[in-house]
């Protein structure tokens, strides 16, 4: 049987591992407090630009939608910045067409004709259709 040397600090070094067994506990804390965040029904990422018309004309109701819906998040990116033009070309194919509303990573609706049919008929779909094995596997691993 190996018996466990006791370790011998001075105060500067026990004084460090009481304040990294802090940071440790709080951290924690944070992790279990984040995961008791209920995880919204549908995300919305909004890939606008401040200077398109069309942008402007669907924000509104938008906004209503999201406001009426609790359960949907919305995160909003502009794609004028290097980093939503990447985002914006990687989602339609190389394509730029703002308005961009893409929904739980699957659905993607572009422009503003009858934007608020389209948005909730998607909304619809994407919560009506079974997770793929990527998202399980990603649930699985967050646990």
């Not at 609790?70 to 914006?88: C, M, R, V, Y």
């Not at 509303?101 to 608020?116: A, E, H, P, Q, S």
Request: with cysteine; charged share 30%.
């Amino acid at each position: 049987m190996v018996e466990k040397e006791a370790l011998i600090l001075n105060p500067e070094e026990a004084a460090l591992m009481r304040k990294y067994e802090e940071m440790a506990e709080r951290q924690i804390r944070h992790i279990t407090e984040q995961a008791q965040i209920p995880k919204p029904k549908t995300c919305l990422t909004y890939l606008y630009s401040p200077t398109c018309p069309h942008c402007r004309k669907i924000e509104k109701s938008l906004y209503n939608f999201v406001e009426k819906h609790p359960e949907t998040a919305l995160f909003k990116i502009d794609a004028s910045t290097e980093s939503g033009t990447n985002l914006l070309e990687t989602v339609l194919k190389g394509e730029r067409e703002v308005p961009t509303i893409i929904i739980n990573d699957r659905f993607v609706v572009t422009g503003d004709r009858n934007f608020l049919t389209r948005l909730t008929y998607s909304i619809k779909l994407a919560e009506n259709l079974p997770q793929t094995r990527e998202e399980n596997t990603k649930w699985l691993l967050r646990k």
